[in-house]
């Protein structure tokens, strides 16, 4: 009997499937649903304990102007970020790994409900420690526009470890995970953790802001041109930066070998933020041998947060969890 050829049967059965396939009528799947944003804040959040960021006035406090909130502006979308903050979900069975949660916004607000509170609620299932962060607007007139998001994320790095014991965390575990630009925030932490962007104000400071890991969902990773998010580079680096001031802030171009390992979800079908902004990060990783896992869905589009129900990126949050507890 002649040895079982395995390429030739992978190849005739493929022949078959796609013939099969091309003999039945293509039907697009159904529409995913983009439901508005929350018209109140969640309980979850107003009811949260939380942890100033900065002792005092954060750093640039003397540009600070706040700007007019649109009249249409969901209550969800925070502005004008003066106090930044730490919104705190504790989980029922405490794993001792801590989770920074970064929501998006485009840099001009910060969008706590499907970017904060929902992916809080996820982690703290599996026992995560979550901290929501509420960071600095680059737009809103503070000094050195381009550090402001940067300075605020470092510094919830460290301040969760400076606190790693009144919540039983392991200070080496402690993780970061970004949503669109909160995504960028999240691999420029991953990236440009050791940039000395603030003079240090307390004891935190001297603790490291590397993240034990990067999730990222959906994230603008570059500032360079044609694969930027357009809006999201004018707030954080103004109407006419330089090429130093766009490589400066593009995160693919800073992996080195102490950057964390990163996770990755994106919707190959977002028209706001490229996947291509994933892939360069994935491929500037892969380069560098730095530990990378990447989930890129067919459909999803852009801010699905924790995912569509019944489609397959209503399962990145378990993925990012089973990656992160096989980290540990």
């Known amino acids: 009997m002649p040895a079982f050829d395995r390429r030739a049967f992978m190849t005739s059965s493929g022949a078959m499937l796609l013939a099969q396939a091309s003999a039945q009528e293509h039907r697009a799947p159904p529409e995913l649903p983009h439901p508005a944003p929350a018209r109140a804040l969640p309980q979850a959040w107003t009811t949260a304990s939380t942890i100033a960021l900065w002792p005092h006035e954060p750093p640039g406090k003397a540009g600070f102007a706040p700007k007019p909130v649109p009249a249409d502006s969901p209550p969800v979308f925070l502005r004008n970020v003066a106090r930044p903050d730490l919104h705190v979900f504790l989980p029922a069975h405490p794993n001792g790994h801590a989770l920074l949660v970064v929501p998006g916004g485009a840099y001009t607000f910060v969008s706590v409900a499907n970017e904060g509170v929902d992916p809080a609620a996820?982690?703290?299932?599996?026992?995560?420690?979550v901290f929501?962060?509420?960071?600095?607007?680059?737009?809103?007139?503070w000094d050195r526009r381009s550090d402001?998001?940067?300075?605020?994320?470092?510094?919830?790095?460290?301040?969760?470890?400076s606190q790693a014991s009144r919540f039983k965390l392991d200070a080496e575990r402690?993780?970061?995970?970004?949503?669109?630009?909160?995504?960028?925030?999240?691999?420029?932490?991953a990236t440009r953790h050791m940039e000395q962007t603030y003079a240090g104000?307390?004891?935190a400071d001297r603790l490291s802001a590397r993240p034990f890991a990067a999730g990222l969902a959906y994230p603008v990773v570059t500032m360079r041109s044609p694969w930027t998010h357009e809006m999201s580079r004018q707030a954080l680096l103004g109407d006419a930066p330089t090429d130093a001031e766009i490589d400066r802030r593009s995160a693919e171009l800073h992996v080195d070998s102490a950057t964390a390992p990163v996770f990755i979800a994106h919707a190959m079908d977002d028209k706001a933020v490229p996947v291509e902004n994933s892939l360069r990060l994935m491929n500037a990783l892969r380069e560098a041998q730095r530990p990378v896992e990447a989930h890129l869905f067919q459909e999803g589009g852009h801010a699905f947060g924790v995912g569509y129900p019944n489609t397959p990126s209503a399962l990145w949050t378990d993925l990012f969890s089973a990656w992160l507890e096989r980290l540990g």
Do not use: C, K, N, W
């Open 201 to 203: 104000v307390d004891d």
């Open 148 to 161: 402001v998001p940067l300075q605020d994320a470092q510094r919830a790095m460290r301040v969760i470890r």
């Open 132 to 141: 929501v962060l509420t960071y600095r607007l680059p737009g809103e007139g």
């Open 122 to 129: 996820r982690m703290t299932a599996r026992g995560f420690t």
């Open 174 to 189: 402690v993780s970061v995970l970004g949503f669109s630009a909160g995504g960028h925030l999240a691999a420029t932490l």
